[in-house]
């Protein structure tokens, strides 16, 4: 798939409804958008199996059970410590073939088995780090795919909310820290995080093209086309920063309006 390929897919799965969001699909372009021309079976051979054994397990286990035997047990799929900060961390194609990814990534193969079964489950925004609600019997459980899908008490969400600057009426709030997200939302957290690292890493190309897949994922949010407009800025790319301001504008309206100095201040760099 060529980067102008991944785009069209990102531009479709943009204009999808929330209920049918093609979640493993835009994941896999997003990483073929990043870096093009690789093999995306893999993943889907993952994803199949994952979904395989996950049906089988369900007869007999508790759904977050079951998803964390199949996805971290039965196909080794478990956090990345050793190398954290690396952007395969951050890739479907590179997960698949490590079996080692960041908890928003490894969220992904979660996500699309669970759907593909039946499971309710959905991402859970966490501050600094990607968690899972599962819905059981019992209740909503947190689960970390970062740590072997294993539960995560609600006393233990307490106090990862307190470190994580959270006040403490806000930290004790279940309904708060388990409030459950859109599969879009999850995959874009994904692009947020590898664009955070490619400005600290001042890789300014790698970090426009992960801000631009967070603005064809999600055509109504302004923001990202902000974000867009700064990496070009950064790499000299003046009339393609005044583009993407320019789209920022069109978004968001009157409501979040872009101010005039942030065009003037490119236009005189131009002059």
């Known amino acids: 798939m060529t980067r102008e390929e991944a ?43 994952a979904a395989s054994r996950l049906a089988e397990r369900i007869k007999t286990e508790s759904p977050d059970d079951a998803l964390a035997e199949t996805l971290s047990a039965d196909l080794g799929l478990n956090g990345d410590l050793l190398c954290y900060d690396d952007p395969a961390s951050t ?59 294993r539960v ?14 959270l006040t403490p009426h806000i930290a004790d709030r279940l309904d708060v820290l388990m409030a459950p997200v859109t599969d879009r939302q999850a995959l874009i957290r994904l692009q947020n995080v590898l664009f955070n690292r490619a400005i600290k890493a ?26 867009v407009a700064a990496a070009r800025e950064k790499q000299g790319a003046l009339t393609g920063a005044i583009d993407a301001l320019a789209r920022a504008r069109a978004v968001s309206g009157e409501a979040a309006p872009v101010p005039e100095a942030a065009f003037d201040r490119l236009r005189i760099r131009l002059n």
């Open 7 to 49: 785009e069209d897919q990102l531009i479709a799965a943009g204009h999808a409804d929330d209920d049918v969001f093609p979640l493993l699909d835009a994941a896999i372009a997003c990483a073929l958008h990043d870096l093009p021309f690789r093999d995306e079976m893999p993943v889907r051979r993952l994803s199949d199996a």
């Open 91 to 149: 890739d479907v194609i590179d997960v698949t073939n490590r079996r080692r990814g960041l908890s928003a990534a490894l969220a992904i193969f979660y996500l699309d088995a669970a759907r593909r079964v039946g499971l309710s489950a959905a991402g859970v925004d966490f501050p600094n780090h990607f968690l899972l609600r599962v819905e059981t019997p019992s209740g909503p459980v947190a689960v970390d795919p970062f740590s072997e899908g």
């Open 152 to 165: 995560v008490m609600p006393s233990e969400l307490t106090r990862r909310a307190l470190r994580a600057g």
């Open 202 to 227: 001042e890789d300014y190309e790698r970090a426009e093209r992960s801000a631009l897949r967070r603005a064809l994922l999600d055509p109504e949010d302004h923001r990202p086309w902000l974000d």
